[in-house]
């Protein structure tokens, strides 16, 4: 009888154990075209002190990025804050937190 306890309480263990492996985030893409007039995050002169402030800055405000990338060249072909710069930043996060990267200028990939 003890052993069967032993038995049942080693497999319950390692069923928690195994369980708590799984995959709990549904990721998705989400991607911000720079323009030129950059958010406070945007380090014009590096790319991965830009990662690091826009890490910082979803993090502050609740957002866990799972994956950061920043793609293109920057080439400024007009003055006017709407003009895109040809820089774009993508960031991984979990389908939960689309709404909160909308707020932020962000879009579904």
Request: aromatic fraction near 12%; include cysteine; proline fraction near 2%.
């Amino acid at each position: 009888m003890k052993m069967i306890r032993r038995l049942s309480l080693v497999f319950g263990i390692l069923m928690l154990l195994l369980t708590g492996c799984d995959k709990t985030t549904d990721g998705k893409w989400m991607v911000y075209e720079e323009t030129v007039c950059y958010p406070y995050w945007v380090h014009t002169s590096n790319d991965n002190k830009t990662k690091d402030q826009l890490e910082s800055f979803l993090k502050d405000d609740g957002i866990i990025p799972l994956k950061i990338r920043v793609l293109g060249e920057r080439e400024i072909t007009c003055e006017a804050c709407a003009c895109l710069t040809g820089k774009r930043y993508e960031v991984l996060v979990d389908k939960s937190q689309i709404g909160y990267m909308n707020y932020w200028g962000f879009e579904i990939k």
